[in-house]
């Protein structure tokens, strides 16, 4: 089974800081999908990577998957305390040529915290 | 109401009783999963319901019992649940099951306490 691994496991910064999170997967990426979360709330959907070297912005969120399809990071740009949260990647569970029914893997999760 | 809702949002229950957790999407789409997030394990998918059929069963115990009377409405069913099942359980839908641009988007969870 796929897993994946999530560095680092937990991150505080100042407000204003950049700072980037690492999700690296055990098998190749069909999908890759980063998530927030509020402690003890539902996911909120960021974005979603499919290509290999693609990569995505929205606001000051940057995501990446590189060529191999095997590792993606998350990039945050001038933190602020709103960015706060956990932060979970999950992968498509697909295997090569075969079909998930849409089962993501995710990963433990990174928690960030920023201080204004 | 939008998006994926869930009720109740906490639930403290007896190990004997039988309560269920009601996720209801707004969304058009046509999957539902059920999700379990325990502390300081990762989010552990539990079932997938692809237009009201269930296509995916993630080896989860028969004291937890889905059921996904149409495409818009999913329950679980709980009974004689043990303490260790206490945790927030996450239901969230998308457009398909599988394929690819499978976001799935999340309730906000209900957080089962079993005494």
């Known amino acids: 089974s796929q897993e994946l691994e999530q560095s680092p496991q937990s991150l505080i910064v100042q407000e204003g800081k950049n700072l980037t999170i690492n999700c690296t997967s055990s098998?190749?990426?069909?999908?890759l999908y980063w998530y927030k979360q509020k402690y003890g709330e539902g996911l909120i959907f960021l974005m979603m990577?499919?290509?290999?070297?693609e990569e995505k912005s929205h606001e000051k969120i940057t995501a990446k998957l590189d060529e191999k399809k095997q590792q993606s990071s998350l990039h945050i740009t001038a933190s602020q305390p709103s960015h706060a949260g956990i932060y979970l990647c999950g992968a498509d569970g697909r295997e090569a040529g075969g079909t998930s029914y849409g089962k993501l893997t995710f990963g433990q999760g990174t928690i960030l915290t920023v201080h204004p | 109401e939008t998006g994926v809702t869930q009720t109740p949002r906490h639930l403290v229950m007896g190990m004997t009783n039988k309560k269920s957790l009601k996720c209801e999407q707004h969304l058009g789409h046509n999957a539902m999963y059920w999700y379990k997030q325990s502390a300081k394990k990762p989010l552990e998918l539990m079932f997938v319901y692809s237009l009201e059929e269930r296509v995916e069963n993630n080896s989860v115990p028969s004291r937890f019992s889905p059921e996904c009377p149409n495409s818009s409405h999913l329950f679980l069913h709980l009974h004689t649940l043990q303490p260790e099942d206490s945790a927030l359980y996450l239901c969230a839908s998308s457009q398909f099951a599988g394929g690819p641009h499978n976001e799935q988007f999340f309730g906000p969870g209900t957080r089962l306490t079993v005494l």
């Open positions: 098998k190749t990426l069909y999908g």
């Open positions: 990577l499919q290509k290999g070297g």
